[in-house]
C-alpha cells in the first residue's frame, strides 16, 4: 500500500508541476505575442510622424 500511495504522489507532482509549467508558457506567449503586435504598430505609428519632421524628405 506504501508503494502505490508514493507512485500516486509523484503522479500528481507531475501533472501538478507539467500544468503549471504548460499555463505559465502559454500565458507568457500570449503576452509576449501581443507585445509584438502592438509594439510593432505602435513603432510604425511613432516613425510615420517623426518621418515627417526629419530635416531631409526622400520622395
Not at 507512485?7 to 507539467?18: A, E, H, M, N, R
Not at 509576449?32 to 519632421?53: E, H, P, Y
Amino acid at each position: 500500500m506504501g508503494t502505490l500511495v508514493v507512485v500516486l504522489s509523484q503522479l500528481f507532482w507531475g501533472v501538478t508541476i507539467g500544468a503549471l509549467t504548460g499555463i505559465v508558457g502559454l500565458i507568457l506567449k500570449v503576452v509576449l505575442t501581443a507585445g509584438g503586435v502592438f509594439g510593432s504598430g505602435f513603432a510604425i505609428f511613432n516613425w510615420r510622424k517623426l518621418r515627417d519632421r526629419l530635416p531631409f524628405r526622400r520622395r
